[in-house]
């Protein structure tokens, strides 16, 4: 290991991400509240980035991978810090969800209609 691995936070590409998603993974979505409800992706779980160190490890299913995501990759980078720092395998979305979204992702609103990334 590198002297500055250690420092370095797995992140995935949005491909790898839906096959994640599709083998069991969990979505983290930590936007804040009106992001979330512009559009997201469908069965993610929404922990808002200032609430992540509190409330996501008590929101998360136990034992499954989760892909943190928010709109360009910022937050979630610190996001997965703190879980990882927590013990939970997490892995930060490259890019975010406007990444994901151009990537082909679903993304839903309110109600199932189509939503967007805000």
């Given at each position: 290991m590198g002297l500055f691995s250690r420092f370095t936070l797995p992140s995935?590409?949005?491909?790898?991400?839906?096959?994640?998603?599709s083998a069991?993974?969990?979505m983290l979505d930590v936007r804040d509240n009106s992001e979330w409800n512009a559009g997201?992706?469908?069965?993610a779980v929404h922990v808002p980035a200032a609430n992540v160190a509190a409330q996501a490890p008590k929101r998360?299913?136990?034992?499954?991978p989760v892909v943190v995501a928010c709109r360009t990759g910022s937050r979630s980078k610190s996001?997965?810090?703190?879980?990882?720092?927590?013990?939970i395998e997490a892995y930060s979305l490259s890019?975010?969800?406007?990444?994901?979204?151009?990537?082909?992702?679903?993304?839903?609103?309110?109600?199932?209609?189509?939503?967007?990334?805000?």
């Open positions: 995935v590409k949005p491909s790898e991400a839906m096959d994640m998603l069991g993974a969990t997201r992706v469908p069965g998360l299913p136990k034992g499954r996001a997965t810090r703190l879980l990882r720092e927590q013990g890019g975010g969800l406007a990444a994901w979204e151009s990537s082909g992702g679903r993304v839903a609103g309110k109600g199932n209609r189509p939503g967007m990334i805000a």
